[in-house]
């Protein structure tokens, strides 16, 4: 699919599953992450396992200067990376009243402004060569409301249907993968122990189903792509629901 990807948030949950499967492939890997120690170790393992070159760069994407060692990653013409996965990301409580504003405001900028400026960084360094994806993690959320994260990864979505028309055909495309629930420690950073998160266990998703489903539609050029059958119905479903329903359903877990 790819000869080199760089993946942020790779240091655990779906990113560090991009890395296993992309590296399965003989992609050669650029990891992006807040910690070193974790980086270090996954980048070990894949060159054990695959043998393929991995590159290991410490960045906290909401500090400027960091932010700005992976944008000039990106473009650098001499190291060109064909593929850019956009993970990083967390959670806050649904309840957006009670919500510290700053950590609002650090949450959009994760979801939103980094993707935004590492795909524009991607981009300008992809279209000349008429070569490249781009992946966007966003969310069932993006279709339900959701509070905050459902209308940051609703910005994903649309952002990612518009650019991969424009850009589709220069060969160029952008994706926005739309998982339901997985089995990662996102919500465990929430506080939230497996068990605890008030979500039923049908409603699950395995990430190396959700990595797998992700990397197929992205290597067939689709705008959107929702892993799993069952997701795939919910969203139907959702969307020509009430938005009453809409917004209950949005209301479940955490």
Same mark, same amino acid.
């Given at each position: 699919?790819?000869?080199?990807?760089?993946?942020?948030?790779?240091?655990?949950?779906?990113?560090?599953?991009?890395?296993?499967?992309?590296?399965?492939?003989?992609?050669?890997?650029?990891?992006?992450? *807040?910690?070193?120690?974790?980086?270090?170790?996954? $980048?070990?393992?894949? +060159?054990? =396992?695959? /043998?393929?070159?991995?590159?290991? !760069?410490?960045?906290?994407?909401?500090?400027?200067?960091?932010?700005?060692?992976?944008?000039?990653?990106?473009?650098?013409?001499?190291?060109?990376?064909?593929?850019?996965?956009?993970?990083?990301?967390?959670?806050?409580?649904?309840?957006?009243?009670?919500?510290?504003?700053?950590?609002?405001?650090?949450?959009?900028?994760?979801?939103?402004?980094?993707?935004?400026?590492?795909?524009?960084?991607?981009?300008?360094?992809?279209?000349?060569?008429?070569?490249? *994806?781009?992946?966007?993690?966003?969310?069932?959320? $993006?279709?339900?409301? +959701?509070? =905050?994260? /459902?209308?940051?990864?609703?910005? !994903?979505?649309?952002?990612s249907e518009w650019a991969n028309g424009q850009y589709g055909p220069q060969g160029v495309t952008m994706t926005a993968v739309c998982p339901g629930y997985t089995h990662?420690?996102?919500?465990?950073?929430?506080?939230?122990?497996?068990?605890?998160?008030?979500?039923?266990?049908?409603?699950?998703?395995?990430?190396?189903?959700?990595?797998?489903?992700?990397?197929?539609?992205?290597?067939?050029?689709?705008?959107?792509?929702?892993?799993?059958?069952?997701? *795939?119905?919910?969203?139907?479903?959702?969307?020509? $629901?009430?938005?009453?329903?809409?917004?209950?359903?949005?209301?479940?877990?955490?």
């Open positions: 699919m790819s000869r080199t990807a760089l993946i942020t948030g790779a240091s655990s949950g779906l990113g560090a599953e991009f890395a296993r499967q992309l590296a399965a492939t003989g992609a050669d890997l650029v990891l992006v992450a *807040r910690d070193r120690t974790a980086l270090d170790e996954l $980048a070990e393992r894949i +060159r054990r =396992t695959h /043998g393929v070159d991995v590159e290991v !760069l410490r960045a906290d994407l909401l500090k400027p200067r960091h932010l700005k060692l992976v944008v000039e990653r990106l473009s650098d013409p001499d190291r060109p990376v064909d593929l850019l996965v956009n993970n990083a990301g967390f959670g806050l409580p649904l309840d957006f009243a009670s919500n510290d504003i700053d950590d609002e405001v650090r949450h959009l900028e994760l979801h939103v402004e980094v993707p935004m400026r590492l795909s524009h960084a991607a981009l300008r360094a992809m279209l000349p060569r008429k070569r490249g *994806r781009i992946i966007n993690i966003a969310s069932v959320g $993006a279709f339900i409301p +959701r509070s =905050t994260y /459902g209308a940051c990864k609703r910005w !994903l979505v649309v952002f990662t420690n996102f919500h465990e950073r929430l506080g939230l122990p497996p068990g605890q998160e008030g979500v039923p266990g049908w409603m699950w998703l395995d990430a190396r189903t959700v990595v797998s489903e992700a990397l197929r539609d992205t290597a067939r050029g689709k705008a959107v792509s929702v892993p799993s059958l069952r997701y *795939r119905l919910i969203v139907g479903l959702v969307r020509f $629901a009430p938005r009453s329903l809409g917004a209950r359903v949005g209301a479940r877990g955490r």
